[in-house]
Every structure is written in structure tokens, then in C-alpha cells.
């Protein structure tokens, strides 16, 4: 990055191995942050359904970043999975 502030709405993922993290210096207009509590580099593969969840739940705030209490009827409400 060279320095300068991401103001587009943006959502992410914090799973607790992740190699790298983002922080609020950089982005300035999260909508969505994520924080399951397990998970690493590759989430993907390693909880499938953790990540689909917080992919659903990311998309339902960013499609509603303008509106802060609207729910998504398609999306299930996010979940912290144990």
C-alpha cells in the first residue's frame, strides 16, 4: 500500500492464524469485520462452513453499509462457531 486511507466500504475476515492483519489506519470505512475463532491461512479449506458464513455475513453489511440496522432475508445471521 502506499499510505493512503481505503475509503471504500470494506469488509474482512480475522481468522486467529491468519499471517497477516489489517488495521484501521488503512482502512477507513469497515463495514464488516469478522473475528471467528478458528481458522488460519487458509480458511477456506480448513472451515468451510466459518467461512461461508462470514463471506455471507460481509456481503450483508457491505450491501448495506448506508442502512446500519437492515438485515439480509437471503443471508442467516452470522454466527461465532466454537
Known sequence: ???REVTT???FGMFPKEMTS??????ANIVHRGEPAR???LPAWEQPSIFVDDVRAAGCSAANADRP???CA???PYVQHQ
Open 9 to 11: 466500504p470494506t469488509a
Open 1 to 3: 500500500m502506499d499510505g
Open 22 to 27: 489489517a488495521t484501521r489506519r488503512v482502512f
Open 39 to 41: 481458522g488460519g491461512p
Open 74 to 76: 437471503a443471508t442467516r
Open 69 to 71: 440496522h437492515a438485515t
